[in-house]
């Protein structure tokens, strides 16, 4: 085996094995690499010196590890934020990975920090007159290089058509002379990524390619004179069978389909035909998230590569997506996917995980939740197992010392032979009763190796420190009444009454204990409601109201990306010296740290390390922390699973669901609003009952799923079910239109 390793200039330096013997055609929809490190470092650094300084500095992503992915997969690759999931994808996507072959067609959409990523409100913008391209015509060249093929066959035109006898074959050299210069940049960068055995064949192939392309620069630069008839006549026929078949790539009817296919993504991912015609760069960030995975759903690839693909989606959006990755995976060719996000209701369309935890990559085969309970149930077995043996090894070695000191009392051989009998049996034969496969251990079978003389112990799994959340509880009201309340309130944009109406007579208290969700599409009015309960603006017809004691802890869909920019304002600023300085804090400087902590912010992560280098997940617990450091009444959370993995969702989720104040909750995450609004307690649909009182008096929590459409706003006596099942007509309706 030989080691190979690569650098990137995003600081990703990989090593993995690789074997020396011809293998045969790679398939390249598969992975199958040994002995994987990742190491991403701190900054970059040059020479062999430099490379070994960032090994040993650098912060290990994975150490050792097996990536092997299988054609045609489904992969949900999770663990919990600051793993190095993005990490490794990066490293996939840029094939920093040796081992990985280079003429894999990967394709990435990977997070991006955006600033306005709100598409719920306002009318769509007309079209802008500015540069670059619209969004049908962005998508179509990111799939097709459309551009750099027509560049090509404009070449070959102008030789073929202008009448200069020589003018096809400088035409012909110069595109071939252009490819050959692309393919030399890829030897070039394969041999940098490769040492050993391995790196001194792409070497070689390097100065191969090298000699080849100073051989046709010769023949480039030759005067026309000194070409013979035989090269002119051979050279003009390969220009037209060139042109030809670029042409054939782009051909009216084949772009015709490619663009049918490319409105018809973005017409699942929500763009009307006004939006498609506008320019890229007019657009919010959340709707250029969207056509970045337009683009990547409409190209040809052999791995595909989502990361949060539903962070800018609403439910309509992100169930079309589920539909079209399960019905893309059962085309005769599907590219293997890995997909990476924190709803679990989506990542169910996966047929395998992939678990990146402790600086390595481990397999299940199944759902999120067939996982979860597998674990459980060999974390059981494997306690009552060795809780067994424990019990029976005690008793042995009872007897054991019993024997001995009889034996030594008496001289009797018989005894201390038989104690030191079992003691060996202890030492040497104790442990595992079953093998890796399940059956009964025997020891000439199972002991596999000279150097092992014992039974390896049980090894009963140990889960992480478990995220958990620790909401404080409210304070007193001191006397009853609703919270918030709305009465026949309805909002537009201008004060003008032939100004569109948004919301029209919205009924809606919130008491304490209540939970209420907030569903509807894009365009539906959420964000307006949930500003008007916040009193972020004043509705422009009925009447607002709030209890005079309200405490409000608002939760805002921007709420990231606001500390972001107040982290590179004040590039010192902490998260404890934030909240330390802020006013309206109930909390001392010791209970602010126990409320960070508990949120998953602890020490020195809360003291010494800035805000501008938290990381979204992070940025999302502390602006947690500075609402909750109010004790608020009741909370209004407005996407606030973004940027969290599963893991911490899940938790966010279990303590929502018990607290004593009142939630109203916007959400497309249908499993977080089951959970907080409806009181589900797992995949199965099992309701909670522990958690159903709330409120003042005490009585029943009062659970409310609301629908907006058109302004309009209406309870759904089914829930989330309800919603999403009207939500998958509509996308029905569209895929057979």
Request: neutral net charge; glycine residues 8%.
């Amino acid at each position: 085996m030989t080691s190979m390793e690569a650098e990137s200039v995003a600081t990703i330096v990989c090593t993995s094995k690789q074997t020396r013997f011809n293998i045969g055609t790679p398939n390249y929809r598969e992975l199958d690499i040994e002995g994987l490190n990742i190491i991403v470092k701190s900054g970059s650094k040059s020479g062999a010196k430099g490379k070994a300084k960032a090994k040993s500095e650098g912060t290990k992503i994975l150490s050792n590890a097996k990536l092997r992915l299988k054609a045609g997969q489904r992969y949900a690759l999770i663990g919990r934020n600051g793993t190095g999931k993005s990490t490794l994808l990066k490293a996939v996507a840029e094939k920093l990975i040796p081992g990985l072959p280079e003429e894999t067609r990967i394709t990435i959409l990977q997070q991006t920090d955006v600033g306005d990523v709100n598409a719920d409100e306002g009318p769509v913008p007309t079209p802008s007159e500015g540069e670059g391209p619209v969004v049908l015509e962005e998508v179509i060249e990111r799939a097709t290089a459309k551009q750099e093929v027509q560049k090509e066959i404009d070449i070959l035109l102008r030789g073929v058509d202008g009448g200069d006898p020589f003018g096809a074959l400088r035409a012909f050299r110069k595109v071939h002379h252009g490819r050959l210069q692309k393919e030399l940049f890829l030897k070039d960068k394969d041999a940098s990524l490769r040492s050993g055995t391995r790196g001194m064949q792409a070497r070689k192939a390097l100065i191969t390619m090298e000699k080849k392309v100073a051989e046709f620069q010769s023949e480039y630069e030759r005067k026309d004179e000194d070409i013979t008839p035989e090269t002119l006549a051979k050279e003009t026929s390969e220009a037209a069978d060139m042109l030809a078949d670029l042409q054939l790539q782009v051909e009216p009817s084949k772009l015709a389909e490619t663009e049918s296919k490319a409105k018809k993504i973005l017409t699942g991912l929500g763009f009307t035909e006004s939006r498609m015609a506008q320019r890229v760069s007019s657009l919010s960030g959340g709707w250029k998230m969207r056509t970045a995975l337009a683009a990547a759903l409409l190209q040809d690839t052999d791995i595909l590569i989502l990361d949060e693909p539903t962070n800018f989606l609403d439910l309509l959006g992100i169930i079309w997506l589920q539909r079209h990755l399960t019905a893309l995976a059962e085309s005769s060719d599907p590219p293997t996917l890995i997909l990476v996000s924190h709803d679990r209701d989506f990542i169910s369309l996966c047929t395998d995980l992939l678990i990146i935890k402790d600086m390595d990559l481990t397999y299940f085969h199944g759902d999120l939740p067939t996982y979860e309970a597998s674990r459980a149930e060999k974390k059981a077995h494997l306690t009552k197992m060795k809780d067994a043996q424990d019990k029976q090894k005690e008793h042995i070695q009872q007897t054991i010392q019993r024997n001995m000191r009889e034996g030594k009392a008496k001289d009797d051989q018989n005894k201390i032979r038989q104690a030191k009998s079992r003691q060996k049996k202890l030492d040497d034969r104790w442990g595992m009763e079953v093998n890796a496969k399940g059956g009964r251990f025997k020891l000439n079978r199972d002991l596999v190796g000279y150097h092992l003389t014992a039974r390896a112990e049980i090894d009963i799994p140990q889960d992480e420190r478990p995220v958990s959340f620790a909401l404080p509880d409210p304070p007193e009201l001191r006397f009853p009444g609703a919270l918030i309340s709305l009465e026949k309130v309805s909002f537009r944009y201008a004060r003008d009454a032939k100004a569109p109406v948004v919301l029209k007579d919205i009924d809606i208290s919130v008491s304490m204990g209540d939970r209420i969700g907030i569903l509807g599409l894009n365009g539906s009015g959420k964000s307006t409601l949930i500003k008007l309960l916040v009193e972020e603006t004043r509705p422009s017809a009925g009447t607002a109201t709030k209890h005079p004691r309200l405490k409000l802890g608002y939760y805002a869909q921007h709420a990231v990306e606001a500390l972001q920019e107040m982290g590179q304002v004040d590039t010192e600023m902490t998260a404890l010296g934030l909240l330390m300085g802020e006013n309206g804090s109930e909390l001392d400087e010791g209970e602010i740290r126990g409320l960070l902590g508990s949120l998953g912010l602890p020490g020195r992560l809360a003291s010494d390390v800035p805000v501008r280098r938290l990381s979204g997940g992070q940025l999302v617990r502390l602006e947690l922390a500075r609402i909750l450091r109010r004790r608020p009444h009741c909370l209004v959370l407005d996407e606030a699973t973004t940027h969290l993995d599963y893991e911490t969702v899940a938790a966010l989720r279990e303590a929502l669901r018990g607290w004593q104040g009142a939630v109203v909750l916007v959400s497309h995450d249908r499993w977080f609003v089951r959970g907080v609004v409806e009181g589900i307690v797992g995949d199965d649909g099992e309701e909670s009952e522990e958690d159903d009182r709330g409120g003042d008096a005490g009585g029943m929590r009062r659970r409310l799923v609301c629908r907006l459409k058109a302004g309009a706003m209406s309870v759904l006596e089914g829930g989330v079910s309800e919603f999403e099942e009207g939500v998958e007509r509509r996308v029905r309706k569209m895929e057979s239109s």
